[in-house]
């Protein structure tokens, strides 16, 4: 029988985070099931920061559906498995991952529910195999993690993206020039793409398809040619040129062994390049964490509900350290080693590394050959 049941919000923030809470903190209430949440997502777990959370009139988590960010905060370099520790003046990484199964035991937390990214599902797992009971539910603009159709906050950042490009159509149209925008999504172009599509860009450039520059000028200056001298490009973060490699911004400190790049500056390089091929002034904008923030979309609130309920549910019916899923768009779950794939190590350290299992876009998938069809190009 349940009892208690915590949760903890880590990575990046997304707009749904709160959705999946206050769904998890209802289903639980439902069932009189005492919720509680760990401050600053695997930090909090680890310093035993926890507070009760509730949904009557005068609890913490009211109103909560069409908020941004999260109620119980978030943490991007809180890899328990591998932690930063001061000792003699120097950073050693330390696995203080038992203090976090016992913080779990002595706190009487039936299951912990894990919201969040690769990285994060991946600690889920291993702490899945010191004995806690865990469900995932996946987070993450940029939609790349493995085993589900769709992460809660992706569509919200896409409707961010669609609607910067619909600004950049009116702007660049009344200057005849080549509107570059460039997004998130680091190694895979979910976001670029289903933006481009949704925005009507002529360019889409992505991490899975190197481009050829002079490809994506061609298309350009056919517009031109036809009288449209304005066009609209979408850049991936992660985008790169063929044979060439992704544009680094600078490093972020997330801790050792992760992928601590912080991407950005391919919107750039693409513009300048576009305006020597093709004698069109070009201007880069860079949407950034406009992406991440806000309040969700009428879609991801529904996404993030129904993630949050399944979550309970299958905390009631006792299937743990599974992660919730969309599978041919039905709700479903998944084993977390499923999702963690070929990075089997325990406390080795996920997050978009080699070893990591994220899924990014196939050649094969209908979003690309959508973009084909209507006249898109894929900078190939
Ligand atoms: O993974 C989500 C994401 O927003 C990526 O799209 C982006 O590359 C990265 O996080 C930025 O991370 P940070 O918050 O560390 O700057």
Wanted: proline share 2%.
């Amino acid at each position: 029988m349940l009892k208690k049941v915590a949760i903890l919000a880590n990575g990046g923030d997304v707009s749904g985070f709160n959705a999946v809470i206050r769904a998890i903190i209802k289903t639980a209430e439902n069932k009189n099931i005492e919720c509680y949440g760990f401050i600053d997502g695997y930090r909090g777990l680890l310093k035993n920061d926890i507070i009760k959370l509730g949904t009557s009139s005068k609890d913490n988590a009211v109103g909560i559906l069409p908020k941004g960010g999260s109620i119980i905060g978030s943490s991007t370099n809180a890899n328990v498995f591998h932690y930063p520790v001061e000792e003699n003046g120097q950073t050693v990484y330390k696995d203080l991952s038992d203090k976090c199964v016992q913080n779990i035991k002595d706190d009487e937390i039936d299951c912990l529910f894990t919201l969040g990214g690769d990285a994060t599902q991946k600690s889920a797992r291993d702490l899945s195999l010191k004995g806690i009971n865990v469900i995932g539910v996946p987070k993450t603009i940029d939609n790349d993690v493995a085993c589900t159709e769709i992460t809660f906050g992706y569509n919200t950042a896409v409707s961010v993206a669609a609607d910067a490009i619909d600004r950049l159509h009116s702007t660049g149209e009344t200057h005849h020039r080549i509107m570059v925008l460039e997004v998130m999504g680091r190694y895979a172009g979910w976001i670029a793409l289903e933006s481009a599509i949704a925005g009507g860009a002529d360019v889409a450039l992505i991490p899975e398809i190197p481009f050829d520059i002079h490809s994506a000028a061609r298309k350009i200056i056919n517009r031109k040619n036809r009288g449209k001298s304005f066009s609209i490009v979408v850049v991936s973060e992660g985008a790169k040129p063929l044979g060439g490699d992704i544009q680094i911004r600078g490093m972020r400190n997330n801790g050792e062994g992760v992928d601590n790049i912080k991407l950005g500056g391919i919107g750039e390089v693409v513009a300048k390049q576009l305006e020597e091929l093709t004698g069109l002034e070009a201007r880069c904008t860079v949407l950034g964490y406009m992406q991440r923030g806000g309040s969700p979309t009428a879609f991801d609130r529904v996404l993030s509900t129904k993630y949050g309920a399944k979550a309970m549910s299958l905390a009631l019916e006792e299937k743990f350290n599974v992660l919730t899923v969309i599978k041919d768009g039905k709700l479903n779950y998944v084993p977390l080693e499923d999702v963690v794939g070929n990075n089997k190590v325990i406390g080795a350290v996920s997050g978009n590394t080699a070893e990591s299992n994220i899924r990014k876009i196939k050649m094969d998938d209908e979003l690309v050959k959508t973009a084909r069809d209507i006249g898109i190009n894929l900078g190939d």
